[in-house]
């Protein structure tokens, strides 16, 4: 197979599957630039795209600038080339979170081409999910692929579960009386007009209300009065995973974050969905509660609600040229 040259069409391209990635509330906190000269991408984090007030550590930033960078990698072995990174290469540069180095031909019996088919059908969905067990071998399969990226994917027992949703509705109470949180919600949703932008949650996305259920699913109208998507019942035992490390340090987030898209597209290729929930993670002592007691996940990074149903629509994502410069 003939490699492509690493000319800016090429490099625009790979580009524009990474930014397909997910992100809190679809900031797309990232920002790419090419040196021609090395063959290599740089990942950079946008502190103008950061949370301050859910996520003032910004762990969720790196976990999505994470997830983009795996798909990067998966885009480039699908291009031919051989992905080479390097995490945090720079302690002067504390904003350059990769370096990903293009110039070599992909190795032969690479593992990420079969994954890039996922990139285009992967979506947050928002539906309700059928009460279809996972089968076990989906389960552990899923693991591997956590754990293939440094991270662990635990799915809790019923008593676990449980409490998870608890907490989540401990956390939805203590969002409604944070006027600073409430407001950071607002700033990345898009109603009517607001649609046509190429960041944040649209309202075609929201998904319908909950009538019953116990689905974690983040009501983003809020106090806004968006167009009527309607009720209905979700899951009352909803499947849910927990993605996590051992340590809780920059490192581990962008590990954590490209074990999150392994996950996601290996869960698109087994024809599951899955939405993220990290409400009770972005309050401290909700999040050290979350994690199961006998496991060996010290520190969990996001929740996952998966299952067969509906595939959400698409999110709108920035142009390639707001977020790659080339040097």
Not at 40 to 47: K, R, S, Y
Not at 79 to 107: K, M, N, Q, W, Y
Request: charged share 25%; proline share 9%.
């Amino acid at each position: 197979m003939s490699v492509p040259a690493l000319d800016t069409t090429t490099i625009a391209a790979l580009v524009k599957d990474a930014t397909t990635a997910p992100s809190m509330h679809n900031a797309q906190p990232w920002r790419f630039r090419f040196l021609r000269d090395s063959g290599t991408v740089e990942l950079c984090a946008d502190p103008g795209r950061a949370m301050p007030h859910a996520d003032p550590a910004g762990r969720a930033l790196h976990i999505g600038c994470g997830a983009a960078l795996f798909t990067l990698r998966v885009a480039a072995a699908h291009a031919g080339r051989e992905p080479h990174v390097r995490l945090l290469p720079d302690p002067e540069r504390p904003h350059l979170l990769a370096t990903v180095d293009l110039s070599a031909p992909a190795e032969p019996g690479g593992t990420l081409v079969g994954l890039y088919p996922a990139i285009a059908r992967r979506h947050t969905s928002r539906y309700p999910f059928a009460d279809t067990p996972i089968p076990t071998p989906v389960r552990e399969d899923l693991r591997e692929a956590a754990r293939l990226e440094g991270a662990a994917l635990d799915f809790p027992g019923p008593w676990h579960v449980r409490f998870l949703l608890d907490l989540v509705e401990d956390a939805e109470g203590l969002d409604m009386m944070d006027p600073d949180r409430l407001a950071e919600v607002e700033q990345w949703t898009r109603i009517g007009a607001e649609t046509a932008a190429d960041d944040g949650v649209p309202e075609y996305a929201f998904g319908p209300r909950r009538r019953s259920g116990r689905a974690p699913v983040r009501d983003f109208a809020g106090r806004r009065h968006p167009a009527d998507l309607g009720t209905t019942d979700f899951e009352e035992k909803p499947q849910l995973a927990l993605l996590g490390t051992e340590t809780d340090r920059p490192g581990d987030w962008l590990r954590a974050g490209q074990a999150l898209q392994r996950v996601l597209l290996r869960a698109t290729n087994h024809e599951l969905v899955c939405s993220l929930t990290t409400q009770a993670l972005e309050w401290r002592d909700l999040r050290w509660a979350a994690r199961e007691p006998l496991s060996t996940m010290a520190h969990v990074h996001l929740t996952l609600r998966l299952g067969y149903g509906p595939v959400g629509p698409t999110s709108p994502r920035r142009p390639v040229r707001e977020v790659l410069d080339f040097v």
